[in-house]
């Protein structure tokens, strides 16, 4: 075993400088956005929208602390490789399933489940749903 | 590096990684060398083997007449389900990877050991704490819910699915740390010289199976987790009468399950890989494309599961998506047969035990693969679905293809794992028994289930006597096939002859170290110039080999 | 440090410190991955059946202590950035600072079991259970009851790997604390580190999907 690789200053892929205060501004900026999302909550955006604004920010915040505080901005690819292939997975195993769901014929869904196409369109659109429900058009 | 002249007969490396650092059998049960533990989950692999082929035989016995012949509805229940279990969970998924991967992959990538050994050895007792569970279960009685464990049944059986489950998730523990070490070991402890592109197929293959042995694995953990959740507390997710969807279940357990059975072909595709180059002393035709081919199986064979679900009351429109993202993926072992297939052209066969499983390999791949396109088809599926053809076509890809490619490893990896060759006339005789035998088994049941005859029935009509009396008949060929090849490979131990580094003339980067390997692998690591499958001699190289080369040299 | 001899932290079959830490970082980062895709399956099961229960849920969800999700999410934004800093402190070579600021996360993560525990005993007393056990009866039709299954198997299973994380955090922090890391080598205190800030990712993910919509 070489000598002189144990001289090197381990280097971590990152500077060996302090990152504290990028640490601090990040955890402003997740402070900010808990805030923000709670606010935008009290809202009560309708439908699918309220869900993707949601998650349109709970995902900056995971950005945020998967960039800076697990330090995938300053690291190699592989490990964001990782990361980002595992979100791909995660997109699909939700996506094909919710799909599924989403595109039966109504009545193969659990039978007090609302899934009758107009109360999809409602839940989607945000419009109230009628006081005597439709039958399942298909 | 060159061939060994004729006149030089072949060593056994004296210290080497069966007495280094120690023997006995403590010394083994605490090793960190990746070796030893490739060897144990061999022995612990091939045990189960035997155990699942011994339900198998169980179950042919009682299909041999169309009423009760052994056993009662219920237990047969339990008997396919104990051998689907025992045969995926304990032989498919870890034989080849945990075991031949073990023992190959840090060689082939010019390291001494895998990225993390104690995870290694703790992926071990992980499987063998697994299986203790498991069976635990089994001896209580079993489950008799299928391997595929469907809701509602599974969440409300009286028999003993709660073991079986917690011993698979514990199994799915080992897989994923054999797989978190193999991809770590191929991205950092890479030898000077071995750039990804001169990395061996054979790492490729068992580099893209660790991919999915990552991603898909913890799903099923958590899909077996909620199932055992619902079974002893009944908190209703996959139940209709509390407003669950079973078919859920099914989404889930797939997600895994089909990728699982690329985990299951991988492996042996990355033997073959191996096995083509060296018995046609040539190079992989189209290294590129076998390399990221079985990447592509890992990532498409991900989009595929619905596939399994066309008649469970998934909607019309994901049928259609999974359907036609399931034709894809065979495009890809498409190109792997082509390119296996085009290795031969010119090259210089030599017809030895492995070679031999190869071409059986290679028929029973492309013939099974062919049926799973045709299942692939939505129309088709609804009449084949549950039925025999279903049972044909994954055992014409877990036997005739994985279990062919397991043989070919066993035979080819003899000499480098043992220091011994086996009798090769013995090979040939097992191989002939091992083919017929799963000819006879198996495509029987392509009729029968082309016939409608359903899978996992107890009886059956009269009109289907004939071909299952066949199918028997075929799976006893195939059980003395076996048990041959047991035999005489047991018998090579002991009384086989000297192998020496390297008795089949092989470029594969594993056969420039003694056999057995010494306990760090190499005695000198070697300057890594030419690539693990390159057959033609470097300019400045002379056609015949040097008078007096030694073995080991220290270049190729 | 040049004193010649190599670190005894680096394994014999590594070259080097640098290439060992990129080895022990490449697999935390796949373990992580894991993690990730078991969690994933409850995240699908909820999808699915907030999708087919879209009412129910949102009732069932306005029902919750949101301030107490709140706090909750603050608690756990903070406990990673102390976990940070204290990975800061290491590679600094201050490992009484570093064990320090782990020691606080694992308080901090105790705020928020606490807090989570609280809001349990809330849900036994209301008869907000999973499944057969639900009896709060407020919400017609499966819709409650299946929310209160994934809700508990959600944070139950984040809560056992907050346990975990606690517990990683604290052998580490205790290492630090006696000076068993350098500026050199530090990479298990950055791997505890990795595995409290997926335990924060996933909470970031679970906090809007229960509490807020």
Not at chain 2, 544 to 553: C, L, N, T
Request: hydrophobic share 50%; aromatic share 14%.
């Amino acid at each position: 075993m070489s000598a002189s690789h144990a001289s090197t200053p381990a280097r971590h892929g990152h500077a060996a400088h302090s990152h504290v205060a990028r640490y601090l501004r990040v955890w402003l900026a997740l402070m900010v956005l808990t805030a923000l999302t709670w606010g935008l909550s009290r809202l009560h955006i309708p439908g699918g929208a309220g869900v993707a604004v949601a998650l349109a920010i709970a995902s900056v915040k995971g950005g945020l602390v998967a960039l800076f505080f697990m330090h995938l901005y300053d690291q190699r690819g592989a490990n964001r490789l990782v990361f980002l292939t595992s979100l791909v997975f995660v997109a699909l195993l939700i996506g094909l399933t919710l799909l599924d769901n989403a595109t039966r014929f109504p009545l193969a869904n659990p039978p007090d489940a609302g899934t009758s196409p107009r109360q999809v369109r409602d839940a989607i659109l945000g419009s109230q749903p009628p006081a005597t429900p439709h039958p399942a058009s298909h | 590096m060159s061939p060994l002249p004729a006149s030089e007969a072949p060593v056994y490396a004296e210290r080497n990684y069966l007495n280094t650092p120690a023997t006995g059998l403590r010394s083994w049960l605490t090793t960190l060398d990746h070796k030893r533990i490739g060897v144990m989950f061999l022995i612990a692999t091939t045990i189960a083997f035997a155990t699942g082929g011994f339900f198998a035989l169980l179950i042919r016995l009682e299909l041999l007449t169309p009423g009760p012949t052994i056993v009662d509805a219920m237990t047969y229940n339990r008997l396919f389900t104990l051998h689907g279990v025992v045969m995926i969970f304990l032989f498919m998924i870890p034989a080849i990877p945990s075991g031949f991967g073990n023992f190959l992959l840090p060689i082939m990538v010019g390291a001494k050991d895998v990225a993390f050994p104690r995870l290694n050895l703790l992926s071990f007792y992980l499987y063998l704490l697994g299986a203790v569970i498991a069976l635990w279960g089994m001896i209580h009685g079993g489950a008799d819910t299928g391997w595929t464990f469907y809701t509602p049944y599974s969440t409300t059986t009286p028999t003993k699915v709660v073991p079986i489950l917690l011993g698979a998730f514990v199994l799915g523990f080992s897989s994923i740390l054999t797989g978190l070490n193999f991809i770590v070991t191929t991205h950092t402890l890479r030898a000077p010289g071995i750039t990804w592109n001169k990395l061996p197929l054979f790492v490729w293959s068992i580099y893209a199976t660790s991919i999915i042995q990552i991603l898909a694995t913890p799903v099923l953990g958590m899909t077996l987790l909620l199932v055992a959740v619902e079974h002893a507390f009944g908190w209703g997710i996959f139940d209709p009468a509390r407003g669950g969807d079973p078919v859920l279940f099914q989404h889930f357990f797939w997600f895994y399950s089909h990728p699982a059975v690329y985990i299951m072909i991988l492996p042996a595709m990355a033997v073959i890989s191996e096995v083509v180059c060296a018995f046609s002393r040539k190079n992989i035709f189209g290294y590129k494309a076998v390399a990221y081919s079985s990447l592509g199986i890992a990532f498409v064979g991900f989009f595929t599961w619905g596939h399994h679900l066309f008649t469970s009351g998934q909607s019309a429109y994901n049928a259609g998506v999974f359907g036609v993202l399931t034709m894809f993926v065979g495009i890809f072992t498409a190109i792997k047969i082509f390119n296996w297939v085009a290795t031969l052209y010119k090259g210089s066969i030599s017809f030895k035990t492995p070679f031999i499983y190869f071409v059986g390999f290679l028929f029973f791949l492309f013939f099974g693969g062919m049926t799973g396109v045709a299942l692939a088809t939505v129309s088709l599926d609804i009449h084949w679905q549950d039925t025999y053809f279903v049972v044909a076509h994954f055992h014409f890809i877990m036997v005739g293809s994985t279990m062919m490619g397991f043989l070919a490893a066993l035979h080819y990896w003899w000499p480098k794992i043992t220091g011994r060759m086996y009798n090769e006339r013995w090979g040939l005789v097992a191989a002939v028994f091992v083919i017929l035998g799963f000819i006879f088994t198996f495509l029987p049941q392509f009729l029968l289930g082309n016939e409608g005859m359903p899978r996992r029935y107890f009886n059956y009509p009269e009109r289907y006597w004939a071909l299952n009396v066949a199918s028997t008949a075929g799976a006893s060929v195939l059980a003395i096939g076996f048990t041959i090849v047991l035999v005489y490979i047991l018998v090579a131990l002991r009384h086989g002859e000297v192998a020496g580094p390297n008795p089949w003339g092989s470029r594969g980067y594993e056969w420039l170290t003694a056999s057995p390997p010494p306990l760090e692998n190499f005695e000198e690591v070697p300057e890594f110039r030419r690539g693990p499958h390159e057959y033609h001699d470097l300019p400045g190289e002379a056609a015949a080999p040097a008078a007096g080369a030694a073995p080991g040299a220290s270049h190729v | 440090m040049s004193s010649g001899a190599a670190n005894p932290a680096l394994a014999h079959h590594f070259e080097s410190l640098e290439k060992q830490a990129h080895a022990q970082r490449l697999g935390m980062w796949l373990f992580l991955a894991t993690e990730i895709l078991l969690f994933t399956a409850l995240f699908a099961a909820y999808g699915v059946y907030r999708f087919l229960y879209a009412d129910a849920f949102s009732e069932a969800s306005r029902g919750l202590a949101t301030w107490m999700g709140g706090v909750n999410t603050f608690v756990l934004v903070t406990s990673s950035l102390t976990v940070a800093l204290g990975l800061d402190a290491a590679a600094r070579g201050d490992g009484r600072r570093s064990g320090g600021l782990f020691f606080l996360s694992i308080g901090m993560g105790l705020v928020f079991m606490a807090l989570k525990a609280v809001e349990y005993r809330h849900h036994f007393a209301s008869g907000e259970l999973p499944g057969q056990y639900y009896t709060a009866g407020a919400i017609a039709g499966s819709g409650g009851a299946l929310f209160f299954t994934l809700y508990f198997l959600i944070t139950g299973l984040h809560a056992f790997h907050v346990l975990i994380g606690m517990t990683v955090l604290g052998v580490i922090g205790v290492k630090s604390w006696r000076g068993a890391y350098s500026p050199e080598y530090h990479v298990p205190v950055e791997l505890a580190g990795l595995y409290w800030h997926l335990v924060d990712l996933i909470w970031i993910f679970v906090f809007p999907l229960i509490y807020l919509i």
